[in-house]
C-alpha cells in the first residue's frame, strides 16, 4: 500500500518560514504529479500546490510568490517551502497522491501574529 508521510509542520511566528516534506513510498515516484493541500478549521479543504513528473507547477492565488513547491525524485520527497507565513495559512497541510485518491495524514502549520 501506498505511504505518504509528512512531517516539518509547526508553530512560527507571522513572517517566518517553514519547509514541509512529504516522503512517498510504494510508489513510482518520478512519474506522479504530487499534491498539497491544506484544511484551515471549520474551512474545505483547498489545493496548495502542484506539481507533475515533468516539473510543471500550479499555485493557489493565496500563496503565489511566498510558497515554493519542489520534487527529489532520487529520495521520493515532495518538499513545500513556505515563506512570508501569514496567520490565514494555519491548518493541517495535507500530501496528495492524484493517480491514487491517496492522502496523507497531515501536518499541522500554526502562524502566530
Not at 5 to 11: D, T
Amino acid at each position: 500500500q501506498v505511504q505518504l508521510v509528512e512531517s516539518g509542520g509547526g508553530l512560527v511566528q507571522a513572517g517566518g518560514s517553514l519547509r514541509l516534506s512529504c516522503a512517498a513510498s510504494r510508489i513510482t515516484f518520478s512519474i506522479n504529479t504530487m499534491a498539497w493541500y491544506r484544511q484551515a478549521p471549520g474551512k474545505q479543504r483547498e489545493l496548495v500546490a502542484t506539481i507533475n513528473s515533468g516539473g510543471q507547477i500550479t499555485y493557489a492565488n493565496s500563496v503565489l510568490g511566498r510558497f515554493t513547491i519542489t520534487r527529489d525524485n532520487a529520495k521520493n520527497t515532495v518538499y513545500l517551502q513556505m515563506n512570508a507565513l501569514k496567520p490565514e495559512d494555519t491548518a493541517v497541510y495535507y500530501c496528495f497522491l492524484p493517480v491514487q485518491n491517496f492522502w496523507g495524514r497531515g501536518t499541522q502549520v500554526t502562524v502566530s501574529s
